[in-house]
């Protein structure tokens, strides 16, 4: 039996010797670790099922990224860091958040020097807002990021963009946090190698399929693609993996992912490899899959809000359709129609 400890902030139980959350009333299995030569990694990413990639040295020219080395070496410049009176940083899209009148956002984002960010790390008290740095790398940084970053396993990166067809790659988003910060659930709309240079973290994972069960907010919400509520926890299926420095996790497109620093391996500092997803397939085949399924619904919500010019519309519009017509138990035998004949 795993020990138990809590805090004011939750209760922590021990996973393979990582002090991470408590959630016994999730059913979750292991994702796959597999060496990232396996010949079964690309029939894995094909399928688009998540795989932790382990002795790869995708990323290893970055394992020293460290609060010392990044303070060094990254320059100059002004970095995004989300500021959290609570252990949870929700993402919500600020621009949006400017037509919702009563949301409150869940964190404050600021701007600071890696210095300023690296102090406010260090001298952190209990009762001090949590930070969590997230910013995309760009060409201010010096010259030695510049260098590691050059030095990623590029060849078997473009590699594997090319053989599943996804398209470019976007983005790399550097994430640098403290102990027991928590990326609620959400899902995103890019292909995503995760990787994860000093610290430990505890991924879950759902699959697609399991949307009816995580209740995201809106298209049109500042927290579109985040869960917002829970009812339906103990139905929930899902997967779970620690990720060390040196990992790279496959994070498939529309797999729902909530992300957890553990509490008893310091600073964590990640690099995603973000990737447009790629063509839709000219020859459909039904029944869809889940993600298809995704994508079709975020479009009905996308073109009603432009059909109704409001977003605000598209909820009172589905639900006026829906209720009563399509709603679950209201099947061929439930119809009731002698009532008013
Ligand atoms: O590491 C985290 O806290 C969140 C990362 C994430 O959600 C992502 O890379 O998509």
Redesign the pocket.
């Known amino acids: 039996m795993a020990s138990v400890v809590s805090d004011k902030r939750g209760t922590y139980v021990d996973l393979e010797g990582h002090t991470v959350r408590k959630y016994d009333f999730l059913q979750l299995s292991k994702i796959p670790r597999l060496e990232f030569d396996d010949p079964n990694v690309e029939s894995i990413i094909a399928n688009e099922e998540p795989v932790l990639l382990v002795n790869s040295n995708i990323i290893s020219s970055a394992l020293k990224w460290d609060l010392d080395y990044l303070k060094k070496n990254l320059g100059a410049g002004s970095f995004s860091v989300y500021s959290s009176k609570t252990c949870k940083?929700m993402y919500y899209d600020e621009k949006r958040a400017k037509q919702w009148p009563y949301f409150i956002p869940p964190t404050q984002r600021i701007h600071m020097k890696f210095e300023e960010f690296c102090s406010r790390v260090r001298n952190l008290k209990a009762s001090d807002s949590r930070v969590y740095l997230q910013q995309m790398l760009d060409d201010s940084v010096g010259k030695n990021i510049v260098k590691d970053f050059l030095e990623f396993k590029w060849q078997w990166l473009t590699e594997m963009q090319r053989k599943m067809n996804w398209g470019s790659l976007t983005s790399n988003?550097l994430?640098i946090?403290l102990p027991g910060?928590i990326?609620p659930v959400?899902y995103?709309e890019q292909q995503?190698f995760?990787g994860q240079l000093t610290g430990f973290?505890r991924v879950i994972l759902f699959h697609p399929d399991q949307f009816k069960c995580l209740y995201p907010f809106p298209l049109y919400h500042p927290c579109d693609r985040q869960s917002q509520r829970f009812p339906k926890l103990k139905e929930l299926k899902g997967y779970e993996v620690i990720v060390g420095p040196g990992d790279v996790l496959y994070?498939p497109m529309y797999w729902w992912?909530h992300?957890e620093s553990t509490m008893n391996s310091g600073i964590t500092t990640?690099v995603?490899f973000w990737f447009k997803a790629g063509p839709t397939p000219s020859q459909i085949t039904h029944p869809l899959t889940a993600q298809q399924k995704v994508a079709v619904m975020r479009n009905i919500e996308r073109m009603l809000g432009e059909a109704l010019g409001d977003p605000h519309e598209v909820g009172p519009l589905l639900n006026c359709m829906v209720n009563g017509r399509y709603t679950e138990n209201n099947d061929e035998n439930d119809y009731g129609a002698d009532v008013l004949s």
Do not use: P, R
Request: proline residues 0%; without cysteine.
């Open positions: 940083f988003l994430l946090g910060n990326t959400h995103d995503n995760f973290k994070i992912h992300v990640s995603n």
